[in-house]
């Protein structure tokens, strides 16, 4: 199966200010996938990420809150921006290996303060 | 309702003890069905897969049952190192691959 590397791990941010997320995969995908996981809750998928066009959101979550770049098949970066303590949370991102599974990355958290 | 769900727990069994988890989903569409293990501060990774014959892997056996849309999970001889949280993750079929998680059970397995 695929090898993300995710980073930060973890990092603490002002509100007001902006973080970007990086997941580096050791092959090349199609779709990457990036979730959100709050506090004692199970993953929210925040959007798909396709290589050459725009990213997929889902409901709630919106382009200029959580831009998000997919320059390669192998990269992608998720922005978290105008950070607020409710955007606390782990970030992961995620993508499909073989048939059936999926791969996470080892997530990164996040406290706004 | 929720897309997935499932009871939080937590299971608080002993060592060597059998236990089930079940769950439940909404969108009869649904293609395909994981269960998945997250550990304390760890990325989720996947347990099994779950098919419509049923399937086992060694102490576990995952169930599905398409015309009650529920699916169960199954752990025999519980071990220590079996202590995490279960998570039912459902692929609504909606495109994208997407997933869509339960809230996850939470088992304790004690000596």
């Known amino acids: 199966s695929a090898v993300i590397s995710q980073k930060p791990s973890r990092d603490i941010c002002q509100r007001g200010t902006s973080l970007t997320i990086q997941c580096q995969v050791d092959?090349?995908?199609?779709?990457m996938f990036w979730y959100r996981q709050q506090p004692g809750q199970s993953l929210t998928l925040i959007a798909t990420a396709n290589q050459g066009s725009e990213a997929t959101y889902e409901s709630g979550f919106v382009i200029d809150k959580f831009p998000i770049s997919r320059p390669n098949l192998t990269f992608s970066t998720l922005t978290v921006s105008n950070m607020s303590p409710e955007d606390s949370s782990i970030y992961l991102c995620?993508?499909?290996?073989?048939?059936?599974?999926?791969?996470f990355g080892s997530g990164t958290r996040l406290t706004v303060v | 309702r929720k897309e997935v769900e499932q009871d939080p727990g937590p299971f608080n069994v002993p060592e060597g003890a059998t236990v089930a988890f079940n769950c439940t989903y909404s969108n009869s569409a649904s293609q395909s069905f994981f269960w998945y293990r997250q550990d304390c501060r760890k990325e989720p990774k996947l347990l099994m897969s779950?098919?419509?014959s049923g399937n086992e892997d060694g102490r576990f056996t995952a169930q599905l049952n398409r015309a009650s849309q529920y699916i169960s999970l199954l752990i025999r001889d519980s071990k220590l190192s079996d202590s995490a949280t279960y998570l039912c993750v459902v692929n609504p079929g909606t495109g994208f691959q997407k997933l869509v998680f339960g809230t996850g059970t939470r088992l304790l397995v004690s000596p």
């Open positions: 779950v098919y419509s």
């Open positions: 092959s090349q995908v199609t779709m």
């Open positions: 995620s993508v499909k290996t073989g048939q059936y599974g999926y791969t």
